[in-house]
């Protein structure tokens, strides 16, 4: 990008600082690509619309999901759809969708346009025009806040760059008494604001995506014109931000696909200060094929085998269609590979030329996507219980019926008659009593 293009695009992003301090509400904005072809927020190419954006079209040949817009309720996909994973071993997805409020706005719409699927992850970017916007200037982070903490399985993930005048076209021979001057600790303070941001709005479990694709050349952030120093100013800043109490921080290595400026391995700062290593992966070059970016040098293949020779978990924090256009063959396989690869979290990026939701341009990779993850949950199932045992049945108490004491059966008496006493001896030889009837005299007549 033209150095008068990015004093512009900086210019902007102050005023958009401005706004946000006035109302508590940013004003949204995308990126543009980098100059190594990648893409970040910051003011997208073309506007984007306020309104609902309109489900991509659907060409006639292919099996689509019902072609309903986003916001409105879909069927599920016929059975001829792409097949998904399994949901309990998907990895955690969402899409970058918009810098502020709007951004998570979308994430309804999108996951209804998805047939329901579960968005778990959130994902924004601190505009690093200036110190105050990297320490979290008060109003921009507190709606992605509050999104996280309305579920206990949201993931919330925020990149945050190294160094302000970030995409600001700044020389390598400043960008390297920058870098000496952060690895000095002349910049703490900054992030030790930032860490006790996050932990005062209830998300210090926050994915920091530190000075992402630090092996280009956009960036001021950028690792080429001093790798050492690089890699020491990162480690003081996570060892600053770990500092602060109550925290949960975890930390994202994340360098674009391929070797660029610089192969990113060179960058890596070590085991002991990162918690994820992260990849952006867009289809870059012109002709590049799947295969090949999965082979490349630091391409696909060996970001997974470097991660796992460190025992950390993967991440595709932006990912899309670019040089390629509308190619439904590279989203299909890299949807695949990240089932196979099970990354902690993936987030696609879109917004034109890059995605498939906000951007009608990919109408056959958009079918491709909506149909893979038409509907799905990627939370995890709850561990399987042993199934509780009823409480053995209480016996319902039964009245005791007292049993009557034997009594001597009492001769009949005839009505009508009454006993004559004539003593136990006399009874004994006749046998029983005597009576006298009182209506004898009645009787003989």
């Given at each position: 990008m033209?150095?008068?293009?990015?004093?512009?695009?900086?210019?902007?992003?102050?005023?958009?600082?401005v706004?946000?301090?006035?109302t508590?509400?940013?004003?949204?904005?995308h990126?543009?690509?980098?100059?190594?072809?990648?893409?970040r927020?910051?003011?997208?190419?073309?506007?984007?619309?306020?309104?609902?954006?309109a489900?991509?079209?659907?060409?006639a040949?292919?099996?689509?999901?019902?072609?309903?817009?986003?916001?409105?309720?879909?069927?599920?996909?016929?059975?001829?759809?792409?097949?998904?994973?399994?949901?309990?071993?998907?990895?955690?997805?969402?899409?970058?969708?918009?810098?502020?409020?709007?951004?998570?706005?979308r994430m309804?719409q999108?996951?209804?346009w998805?047939?329901?699927?579960?968005?778990?992850?959130?994902?924004?970017?601190?505009p690093?025009?200036?110190?105050?916007?990297?320490?979290?200037?008060?109003g921009?982070?507190?709606?992605?806040?509050?999104?996280?903490?309305?579920?206990?399985?949201r993931?919330?993930?925020?990149?945050?760059?190294?160094?302000?005048?970030?995409?600001?076209?700044?020389p390598?021979?400043?960008?390297?008494?920058?870098?000496?001057?952060?690895?000095?600790?002349?910049?703490?303070?900054?992030?030790r604001?930032?860490?006790?941001?996050?932990?005062?709005?209830?998300?210090?479990?926050?994915?920091?995506?530190?000075?992402?694709?630090?092996?280009?050349?956009?960036?001021?952030?950028?690792?080429?014109?001093d790798?050492?120093?690089?890699?020491?100013?990162?480690?003081?800043?996570v060892?600053?931000?770990?500092s602060?109490?109550?925290?949960k921080?975890?930390?994202?290595?994340?360098?674009?696909?391929?070797?660029?400026?610089?192969?990113?391995?060179?960058?890596y700062?070590?085991?002991?200060?990162?918690?994820?290593?992260?990849?952006?992966?867009?289809d870059?070059?012109?002709?590049?094929?799947?295969?090949?970016?999965?082979?490349?040098?630091?391409?696909?293949?060996?970001?997974v085998?470097?991660?796992?020779?460190?025992?950390?978990?993967?991440?595709?924090?932006?990912?899309?269609?670019?040089?390629?256009?509308?190619?439904?063959e590279?989203?299909?396989?890299?949807?695949a590979?990240?089932?196979?690869?099970?990354?902690?979290?993936?987030?696609?990026?879109?917004?034109?030329?890059?995605?498939?939701?906000?951007?009608?341009d990919?109408?056959?990779?958009?079918q491709?996507?909506?149909?893979?993850?038409?509907?799905?949950?990627?939370?995890?199932d709850?561990?399987?219980?042993?199934p509780?045992?009823?409480?053995?049945?209480?016996?319902?108490p039964?009245?005791?019926?007292?049993?009557?004491?034997?009594?001597?059966p009492?001769?009949?008496?005839?009505?009508?008659?009454?006993?004559?006493?004539?003593?136990?001896?006399?009874?004994?030889?006749?046998?029983?009593?005597?009576?006298?009837?009182?209506?004898?005299?009645?009787?003989?007549?």
């Amino acid at each position: 990008m033209a150095t008068q293009q990015r004093r512009a695009r900086s210019r902007r992003l102050a005023f958009v600082a401005v706004a946000v301090a006035a109302t508590a509400a940013l004003t949204s904005g995308h990126t543009v690509a980098s100059g190594t072809g990648s893409a970040r927020p910051a003011e997208p190419p073309a506007p984007v619309p306020t309104a609902t954006p309109a489900a991509p079209a659907v060409p006639a040949e292919s099996p689509a999901p019902p072609a309903t817009a986003p916001g409105t309720a879909s069927a599920a996909p016929s059975a001829s759809a792409s097949p998904a994973a399994p949901a309990q071993e998907a990895p955690a997805f969402g899409a970058y969708l918009d810098y502020g409020p709007r951004g998570v706005a979308r994430m309804a719409q999108l996951s209804t346009w998805l047939g329901g699927a579960e968005l778990r992850v959130g994902h924004t970017y601190l505009p690093g025009d200036r110190w105050s916007n990297i320490e979290g200037l008060p109003g921009f982070l507190d709606v992605w806040a509050n999104w996280r903490r309305e579920r206990a399985d949201r993931l919330l993930v925020l990149n945050v760059p190294m160094m302000e005048r970030n995409e600001e076209g700044v020389p390598d021979h400043e960008v390297r008494r920058l870098l000496r001057d952060g690895a000095a600790g002349r910049f703490d303070h900054h992030f030790r604001r930032l860490a006790e941001r996050l932990v005062e709005l209830g998300v210090p479990d926050t994915v920091l995506v530190l000075g992402w694709e630090m092996n280009g050349i956009t960036y001021t952030h950028r690792c080429g014109p001093d790798p050492e120093a690089w890699k020491q100013y990162w480690n003081r800043i996570v060892t600053t931000m770990r500092s602060v109490p109550g925290q949960k921080f975890r930390f994202d290595f994340t360098p674009s696909r391929g070797r660029d400026a610089v192969p990113w391995t060179q960058c890596y700062p070590g085991d002991d200060t990162v918690d994820i290593i992260g990849m952006d992966a867009y289809d870059q070059p012109r002709g590049m094929s799947f295969d090949e970016q999965v082979k490349e040098p630091y391409g696909l293949q060996q970001h997974v085998e470097f991660a796992k020779a460190h025992g950390k978990a993967i991440s595709y924090p932006e990912w899309g269609l670019f040089r390629n256009g509308d190619n439904p063959e590279y989203m299909k396989r890299m949807l695949a590979w990240m089932d196979e690869h099970k990354p902690l979290y993936q987030t696609l990026t879109d917004y034109c030329p890059h995605g498939v939701w906000q951007c009608d341009d990919n109408p056959r990779a958009s079918q491709i996507y909506r149909s893979f993850l038409f509907g799905r949950d990627d939370r995890p199932d709850p561990a399987p219980t042993a199934p509780a045992q009823p409480p053995a049945p209480t016996p319902t108490p039964q009245p005791t019926v007292p049993t009557p004491e034997p009594t001597a059966p009492t001769p009949e008496r005839p009505a009508n008659c009454s006993p004559l006493r004539l003593g136990d001896w006399v009874e004994y030889w006749i046998g029983g009593k005597l009576c006298l009837r009182l209506d004898w005299w009645s009787r003989t007549r």
